[in-house]
Every structure is written in structure tokens, then in C-alpha cells.
């Protein structure tokens, strides 16, 4: 794979980047909101051109940026195509959306959100692209501080800014781990370009520090449970488009980052990497989403349902570094595909779910469900395009999100005949725990689209809400298309990955007939979403036209049934918090829950519910106590008196002295 | 291939069409073990064509998705039936969807009426919706994990192959299907919305969940539903019968084994139908916060199961 010369889709790649460099200093001087639809298309440009690379010889090419003597160093292979083209049709229709989103910024947000913006796709991009662990490590930060200041739009609300810190402390400690795993890797040789860490050969003790390294480092970005607290503060506080390209895209590129590092730079890959991964997995997975079960604010149950999705992906990379350790590279195909074809479900769905659920805080001013209920008539559009999300992320046919969860359930029945015996313990646990949070994430989904959408109106206000403008509608259409597309027609899905899981594994999913998914052969499982979608329709058609010919086809319209108590109203239909207490009752044990009852004399009655995360209270509260101990305790050295300065810097040069003399 | 598409035509048709009578049986097996009257074995049907002729009472606030719904529903039960092997085996169809697609099949009809039945905002809606997802987020994995334990045996999730495996090879005796039809017997009363998890009878509202979810809907689409219940436990019986007792089901094509094939399904059914009228009348409505201890029983011995396989049969 020896790099070639002309490089001309890294070189359109990177005037892409540029592109969006310049477009994000014109918004600095403008704060147009026309422009987004320019970042759009540059987006929609690179996955084009992405989507052409993907099968090619990996191309380099390298850019005199940077200090003297370390250029920037970037590189397009078949893994980078593939998370650009996530990022590419993510980011168009985002910034689609964008454009018509951010209409009623005042002129000075409008101005560096624009900025911002546009330098997050940029680091984004660039995090993929880099070839050596310092542009790495620019892109990375970049990204990161693009999207802390994305995240403080609102830095005028506490809330917000306390948010914001915690991201910008979680982002750093991961990235000084990644730094460190970085260092490891490169094993002292100086150099730090990824040609020379894949030519390295670390003993398998370092080895393994530089997994866990890169595993705390990108979990902390992805949002794996212990180190996710950032997350469900963080997506709620930023404006929506920006949290839709923070799930949808940014956790992707913790995920790129793993497999670069795991299956890329390090040289092998014991089984035990896989079991902790498919452990760290499925803890997120449910841990992610039992939380969003009792969530009442739409974003952060979005935030939380990331969470579980990136655990499902991360269980899915678990599944393929086992089979790669037991030297089944099929088998790992199959378990890489499932893991990559969630990334890039999750990307388009959750982009979806969360730009959706911006129309709905532009047309009533909340994200609280418990204010919300009835939008289905008010935002027909958006009501329409989310349930599309909605059926999409819940895992059901023939949409996307069932494609994927499928093939990692497959990959998990191929288990059996595994050398190592403790693996024959963990994986049937591992496929109930994938199915439990599946069939959990459909429960928290009605609840979403049930108390928003469905119902009566909560407030009066909500039958005035008003519809999406059109370039929201066209972004929210452009990523629900994709979802279908990428639920009618797996083999496309497949077309995709398979260069990528070939770079990486040396084999791929054969991509099958148009229609049907046949991970292995089709005497062991097949599946084909056209042909279910196609009779489902017919089935309804016939059944409705059938009913209407051989009977009739009248309705009457009345009051609904009140079951005999005259007086209701919409305060009486179940709110958010009731609809998650039974999982709270279920699942108690995980969270410390909070609560405020009314006395029932009360005329205008007020009930607060909190559901805290346990973890935080058990690991983060202790730590953070432990680090205000131990900076309380240095204070003591700072007098501030100028005789103990002296002291000091005398008693250091009598230390330093006594060793220089000897 | 012409009359393998006739046959899966024919074959899902006698499941939409017989699914009723299967009701009617169960019913009348109720009444007579209580020591009623039973009613008509032809009952259903009749209620069907009555809900047909009425008109149809929508709630002012209904929207569209709510006339939707009862459609969505029988399609995709339809649909259920026609995927998993009655009579024939290995028919046209079933190379489109396996035993996961079929859980997801479910997991849509289910989303589908939970989410009608938030869609009027009446109390008992959302009430009977939480609920059946209650149900639900237990029931479906455990189901999962009762096909993953089939499908470890069979080596394959198509359920044509599971079918083939478990009735055509040497008779085995394997431990884990044990757990497993313990677990599938668990789900299959709660996804049908049977004692000891709901009352199909009962329209008392602390308990109910199923009637609960439709109690605004009437006319044609109560019918739909009506008939999408009846489909649901036919196709839940079929698959109980294709996992645990598949002996009768003709290979695709074999046409001497038609009749052979039709008498063996009747009487299965016929037996299911008596097993669970009798299982209903021996036990008492649970509670509901029993019922997650129920399905996680459930969910557990599944799991139970294929653990047994990974560490006995392997």
C-alpha cells in the first residue's frame, strides 16, 4: 500500500476544509445566515468526494503548516473516506437546517456561532484526515474548542456555562490521555507520524497501556459510562444543530479514533481488548438507556440515547477485536460492519432526532415535555419526519436502526466454537443485554414521540405553534431520507463499509443482492426490508380499500370517551414522569431519585422529579473532593507574604546546590 | 416457484382467515372448563362483521396517524403469519425475513398501537400505552433470546432451517430448548395479552392493559385490531409449534404431505388453544408490578437456556 503521488481527491478534501475556514471568517465579519447554506454544500462536496476515495489507494499528502521541522502530515484511506462521508451527508443536511435555525440569533451570536461553526466541521474533518499525532492533536483540540464555544451560545444562563465547563474538563483530560497514548505507541523513536508508529512494534505491556490510554481518551469523547457525565449536560445546553452534530458526528470521530488506534497503529489485538470494550459497551448501552427512560427534557434524553447507542457501536468493536484475536476475520467483518453501520445510522438519526427537536423548542420555547403534547397537528412536517427518527433509532424494520442491531445480533450467533471458555459465559449475557437495551430504547421512544407529538396540547399556546420554515423542513427531509435509504437498501450500507472493514481487517461483508442482507450465506439468516415494506403497504392497502368496498367507509366525529368523569383535561394525560416511573420503579437501584409531592390541598399543584445519576454522586463528587483537598492543602504554601517566597527560593537553590556539588 | 407463491399466498390466507376460529376455540374452551355455556365457535367472526358494519366514532382530537394505526397493525400480523411455517416449509417468502425480523415485525404493531393510543390524550390511553411498553421492553428480548437459543441448535436464524433441523434430524434431547419453551410459553401469554399478565375480558381499568390501549377505537378499525389480536395468537401458536413441535410440516413442493400437514396443525392448535383456556382458568391476574418479576423470570430463563447450550451442547 505504498502511498501514490496525484492526490487529487486529499488535495479537494482539503480546499473543502479550507473552504470552510474561509466561510467561517466571512460569518466572523458578516453573521449571514445564507452562508450555512455554503457550508452545506462544501459539506455535501466532501462526501462526495469521499464517497469516490473510498475504494482507492490511500492517498498523502503533506502540508507546510505547523512548527519548523513537524509539517502537517494528512492522509486519505478507505476508514477516513467512510467517517467522511458520514460527516459529509450528516453535516449537509444539518447545516441545511442551520440556515434557517439560527434566524433569530442577534447580530453578534449570529457572528462567531457562525465562526464556530464552521472551524467544528473543519477540526472534525481534520481529526479524520490527520496522518501524524500532532495535526491529531490540533484537530482534536480544535474540535473541541469550537464546539465548547458552540455549546456557550447562551453563556448569559448559569446552567450553561457550568455545562460547558464540565465538557471543556472532560474534553482535556481524554486529550491529555490521548497524548500520552500517543506517546506510548511511538515508543521513543521521536517521530510521531502514524507510519512510523504502525512500523513499531511496542512489547504487549505497552501495548496494552496504549489501549487503555486511547480507550479512556476516545470513551471520554464518545461518551462510554463511567465517563459520561459531560454528555447529558453538555447536547442539551448547545443550540440544536450543533448538538445534532455533536451525537451525530463529533462522538463518531472517539470512534474513528479507536479503530485508527486499535486495528491501524497497534500491532495486535488479544481477546481480552474485545471483552473489555464489549463490557464497557453494554454498560453504556444500558446504562445510557435506562436514564433516558426517565428523562422529561428531550435533549437529554437524546443525550442519553447516544450514550447507548455509542455503547452498542463500541460492543459491536468489542465483538470484532475478539474474532480478529481468534484469527476469524469473516466473523470480525461481520462484527465491523454491524459497529460501522450503527455509526453511520446514529449519525443520520440522531442528527434527525435532534435538529427535530429544535423546531419544536423554536415553535414553543421548551424542550420539557411536560409542557409540550398535541404538536402532531400544529408541525405536521416535523411530527411526520420524526416519527420516521423515531421508528429509526426504536430498531424497527425495514429502517435503518433495525439493519444494523440485526447484523451485531447475527455476529453474536456465530460465537459458539470460541477457544476461549470465559467468552462462552459473557457472550449470551452480552446478546440479552444488546436486546434488553433495543427493547428499552423502543419504550423510551413512544415516550418521546407520545407525550411531545401525540396527545392533547398541555398549553393553550402550543395550537399556535408554527411549522418549521423550509430549509429546516429540507434538512430534517434529507436526513430522514437517509435513514430510509439506509434501511431499504442495506447492500449500499454494506458498498460503504466494505473498503473500509477491508483496510482495517483485511476482509469484508459480501454485499449480497440489492435487496436482501445475507451476512454469511442465506441458509443461515437472510433479510430483506424492500420486500417487507413493499407487503406491509400492500396488506394496508388492500385491507383499507377492501373494508371501504365490502362494507362502507364512514365516520363520525365526537368528544372522546371520558369513561364518565365529565371533567378532564390535559393535565390529566400521562406526563414524562409518569410515563419513565416504571423503569424508575424497576431500576431504582441505579439512580438516587429526588422528589417534590404537592400537598393534595394544593390549588395550584407543583411536582418536581429528579432522577440523579448514581455515578456521579459515587466517582465524580468524591474526586472532585478529593481535588478541592488536595489544591486547599498547596494553598498552604502561598503565604502570600514576600519573606516566604524568599525562604522558598532560597531552601530551592541550598536542594539544588547540595546536588549539583556532589 | 408459481406455486411456491400460491402456496404462501394460500398459507398466510388460512391463517388470516382460520385466526378467529382459533379465538373462538380458546373462548369456548374457557366457558366450558368454567362450566358455562360456551358461545358459537363462529363467535369472532360474527363480531368481526358487526365492528364492519358500524360506523366508525373518532375523537375530535384523532389525527392521522390514529386511522393509520389499526391498518399498520393487521399488515404487519399479517405479514408475522405469513413468515413463519404453518403448513409448508420453506415457502418464497421466508428468505425476507428470520426470527429477529419477526421480533421486530412485533416490536412495530406494538409501537404502532402504543403510540394511537397516546394519540387522543385520554388517560386510560397513555395509561394502557406505558404499560403494554412495560410489558413490552421484557417480553421482546426474552422472546429474542428464546429464538437465539433455537437458532444456536439450528445454527441459523431462518426459520424454515430451524423448522428443518429440530424436525427432520435425530431425534436430540437438548436441555436448553427446556428453559427455552418455559420462557416462550411466559412471553407468549404476556405478548398476547392473556392471565396471568392481562384480562383480554376485563374492562376494569386498574388492570387492564391491552383494552386499555383501544378503548377510543371502534367500527372498522376496533375490528382490525380485533382480528390483528386474533392473528397475533395464532402466529405466537404456529411459532410455539414450529420451535418445539415441528413433526407435520411438509418441505416446500411435497405435496402428499398437504393433508397430512393441515390435520396435524388443526390438532396442535386444538391442543395449544385447550392448554391455554386450562392455564387460564387454573391462575389469577397478577399485579402489575408483578408482572416485570414475571417476564424477567422469563427473560432469565431464556437467557438460562443459552447459556445451557454455550456450556452443554457445544
Known amino acids: 500500500m505504498a502511498p501514490t503521488a496525484p492526490a487529487l481527491s486529499l488535495q479537494l478534501t482539503w480546499g473543502c476544509l479550507l473552504a470552510w475556514l474561509a466561510l467561517g471568517a466571512l460569518q466572523l465579519f458578516t453573521g449571514l445566515r445564507q452562508l450555512y447554506a455554503a457550508s452545506a454544500l462544501v459539506a455535501l462536496f466532501l462526501g462526495g468526494i469521499s464517497l469516490t476515495t473510498l475504494d482507492g489507494p490511500p492517498q498523502t499528502m503533506i502540508l507546510p503548516l505547523g512548527l519548523p521541522g513537524l509539517p502537517f502530515h494528512l492522509r486519505l484511506d478507505a476508514l477516513s473516506a467512510l467517517f467522511l462521508t458520514v460527516q459529509g451527508l450528516a453535516a449537509f443536511g444539518v447545516s441545511v437546517y442551520a440556515m434557517g435555525y439560527f434566524r433569530s440569533l442577534d447580530s453578534a451570536t449570529a457572528r462567531t456561532t457562525g465562526l464556530w461553526y464552521n472551524l467544528f466541521l473543519t477540526g472534525m474533518a481534520l481529526v479524520v484526515l490527520a496522518d501524524d499525532a500532532y495535526v491529531f492533536m490540533v484537530a482534536w483540540e480544535m474540535m473541541a474548542l469550537a464546539s465548547y464555544f458552540l455549546v456557550t451560545t447562551d453563556h448569559a444562563v448559569d446552567e450553561i456555562r457550568r455545562a460547558g465547563f464540565l465538557y471543556l474538563l472532560m474534553a482535556h483530560v481524554g486529550a491529555v490521555a490521548l497524548l500520552l497514548a500517543f506517546g506510548v505507541i511511538q515508543g521513543g523513536q521521536g517521530a510521531y507520524t502514524f507510519d512510523v508508529m504502525r512500523a513499531a512494534t511496542p512489547t504487549p505491556s505497552w501495548a496494552a497501556v496504549a489501549f487503555l490510554l486511547a480507550v479512556f481518551g476516545f470513551g471520554a469523547k464518545a461518551g462510554l459510562v463511567p465517563v459520561h457525565v459531560w454528555l447529558p449536560e453538555a447536547h442539551p445546553a448547545a443550540p440544536s444543530p450543533v448538538s445534532a452534530l455533536m451525537s451525530g458526528v463529533m462522538l463518531k470521530t472517539a470512534i474513528y479514533g479507536l479503530l485508527r488506534i486499535t486495528l491501524d497503529l497497534l500491532p495486535a489485538q488479544p481477546a481480552w481488548w474485545g471483552t473489555l470494550l464489549i463490557l464497557l459497551g453494554l454498560v453504556s448501552a444500558l446504562y445510557g438507556v435506562i436514564f433516558a427512560a426517565v428523562q422529561s427534557d428531550i435533549k437529554r434524553l437524546l443525550a442519553w440515547s447516544s450514550i447507548e447507542n455509542i455503547g452498542i457501536i463500541v460492543t459491536g468493536l468489542g465483538l470484532a477485536l475478539i474474532f480478529r484475536a481468534e484469527d476469524k476475520a469473516a466473523l470480525a467483518a461481520l462484527a465491523l460492519t454491524a459497529a460501522l453501520y450503527h455509526v453511520l445510522n446514529h449519525a443520520l438519526m440522531k442528527g434527525l432526532l435532534f435538529v427535530g427537536t429544535g423546531s419544536v423548542l423554536h415553535a414553543t420555547g421548551t424542550r420539557l415535555m411536560g409542557g409540550l403534547g398535541g404538536l402532531m397537528r400544529a408541525m405536521p412536517w416535523t411530527a411526520t419526519l420524526m416519527l420516521i427518527g423515531v421508528f429509526a433509532i426504536a430498531g424497527l424494520p425495514p429502517l435503518n436502526g433495525f439493519a444494523s442491531e440485526w447484523l451485531l445480533l447475527q455476529a453474536f450467533l456465530f460465537t459458539p466454537g470460541l477457544t476461549q471458555p470465559y467468552l462462552n459465559m459473557i457472550i449470551p449475557v452480552a446478546a440479552a443485554a444488546v436486546a434488553l437495551a433495543a427493547a428499552l430504547a423502543a419504550y423510551v421512544m413512544v415516550k418521546l414521540y407520545g407525550v411531545t407529538f401525540l396527545g392533547q396540547p398541555r398549553s393553550p399556546e402550543l395550537q399556535r405553534a408554527h411549522e418549521a420554515g423550509w430549509p429546516e423542513r429540507f434538512g430534517m427531509l434529507w436526513l430522514a431520507a437517509g435513514c430510509i435509504v439506509l434501511g431499504l437498501a442495506p447492500s449500499a450500507a454494506l458498498t460503504l463499509i466494505a473498503p473500509a472493514s477491508r483496510f482495517l481487517l483485511g476482509a469484508s461483508l459480501p454485499v449480497g443482492a440489492g435487496l436482501f442482507l445475507t451476512p454469511i450465506d442465506p441458509e443461515r439468516a437472510s433479510y430483506a426490508p424492500g420486500i417487507l415494506l413493499a407487503v406491509i403497504v400492500i396488506v394496508l392497502l388492500l385491507a383499507a380499500f377492501g373494508v371501504r368496498l365490502l362494507y362502507h367507509g364512514r365516520v363520525r366525529r365526537a368528544a372522546a370517551w371520558d369513561c364518565g368523569y365529565p371533567e378532564q383535561d390535559a393535565r390529566m394525560q400521562d406526563t414524562a414522569e409518569g410515563f419513565g416511573q416504571p423503569i424508575r420503579h424497576v431500576f431504582e437501584s441505579f439512580m438516587k431519585v429526588e422528589r417534590e409531592v404537592p400537598d393534595p390541598f394544593d390549588r395550584r399543584p407543583r411536582y418536581r422529579g429528579a432522577t440523579l445519576d448514581r455515578l456521579w454522586l459515587l466517582l465524580y463528587a468524591p474526586l472532585a473532593r478529593v481535588v478541592a483537598w488536595l489544591s486547599e492543602q498547596a494553598a498552604r504554601v502561598q503565604q502570600g507574604r514576600i519573606q516566604w517566597y524568599l525562604f522558598y527560593s532560597f531552601a530551592t537553590l541550598t536542594f539544588l546546590l547540595f546536588f549539583v556539588s556532589r | ?314
Not at chain 2, 61 to 87: D, E, H, N, W
Not at chain 2, 113 to 130: E, K, S, Y
Not at chain 2, 197 to 225: F, K
Not at chain 2, 229 to 256: D, E, N, Q, R
Request: hydrophobic content about 60%; overall charge neutral.
Open chain 2, 1 to 314: 416457484m408459481e406455486s411456491g407463491i400460491a402456496l404462501q399466498l394460500g398459507q398466510t390466507l388460512l391463517a388470516v382467515l382460520a385466526a378467529p376460529l382459533l379465538m373462538g376455540w380458546v373462548n369456548a374452551c374457557r366457558a366450558w372448563l368454567s362450566n358455562r355455556r360456551a358461545p358459537s365457535l363462529l363467535m369472532p367472526y360474527r363480531q368481526l362483521r358487526r365492528l364492519f358494519h358500524k360506523d366508525v366514532v373518532l375523537a375530535n382530537q384523532a389525527s392521522p396517524l390514529f386511522r393509520l394505526a389499526p391498518y399498520a397493525i393487521f399488515a404487519c400480523m399479517v405479514l408475522a403469519a405469513g413468515i413463519v411455517p404453518t403448513l409448508m416449509n420453506d415457502l418464497p417468502f421466508s428468505p425476507a425475513a428470520d426470527a429477529i425480523a419477526l421480533v421486530g415485525l412485533f416490536a412495530m404493531a406494538r409501537m404502532f398501537q402504543a403510540l394511537a393510543a397516546m394519540d387522543v390524550g385520554t388517560a386510560f390511553g397513555t395509561l394502557g400505552a406505558r404499560r403494554e411498553m412495560l410489558v413490552a421492553f421484557l417480553a421482546e428480548p426474552a422472546l429474542l433470546m428464546v429464538f437465539f437459543t433455537a437458532s444456536l441448535i439450528a445454527r441459523s436464524t431462518a426459520l424454515p432451517t430451524i423448522v428443518d433441523v429440530f424436525a427432520h434430524q435425530q431425534f436430540a434431547i437438548y436441555p436448553s430448548l427446556a428453559f427455552a419453551a418455559v420462557a416462550f410459553w411466559m412471553v407468549s401469554t404476556a405478548e398476547n395479552a392473556r392471565i396471568p399478565v392481562d384480562n383480554p375480558t376485563t374492562h376494569l381499568e386498574l388492570t387492564m392493559i391491552h383494552e386499555a390501549m383501544i378503548l377510543e377505537y371502534s367500527g372498522r378499525h376496533l375490528a382490525l385490531i380485533e382480528w390483528a389480536v386474533a392473528l397475533k395468537l395464532f402466529t405466537y401458536s404456529a411459532l410455539g409449534i414450529a420451535l418445539f413441535l415441528p413433526w407435520g410440516i411438509a418441505p416446500v413442493g411435497h405435496w402428499p404431505g398437504l393433508p397430512l400437514a393441515v390435520v396435524m396443525l388443526a390438532l396442535k392448535l386444538a391442543l395449544g388453544g385447550f392448554v391455554l383456556a386450562l392455564l387460564e382458568t387454573l391462575n389469577a391476574k397478577m399485579r402489575l408490578f408483578r408482572v416485570p418479576e414475571f417476564l424477567g423470570t422469563a427473560f432469565l430463563l431464556a437467557v438460562l437456556g443459552m447459556l445451557v447450550h454455550f456450556l452443554l451442547e457445544t
